[in-house]
């Protein structure tokens, strides 16, 4: 699904939300600090496909 497709499918709050903490899903996890780790849980438990494309993220910076 596309990011525009999948932002409208959001609830206004949840679609604010996810403006706000954007970058949190941006970082590397192993960067994230305690907060920023709760937050991404919150994600990803919400929204499964945000958490597999975040994983895949995380899955192509780990290729070596």
């Known amino acids: 699904m596309q990011e525009k497709q999948y932002e409208a499918n959001l609830r206004h709050n949840s679609a604010r939300g996810l403006l706000k903490d954007r970058f949190v899903l941006l970082k590397r996890k192993h960067e994230l600090s305690d907060a920023e780790y ?20 995380e899955s192509f910076f780990n290729r070596s």
């Open 38 to 57: 709760l937050r991404y849980s919150g994600w990803i438990l919400n929204y499964p496909e945000m958490g597999e494309a975040y994983e895949l993220k």
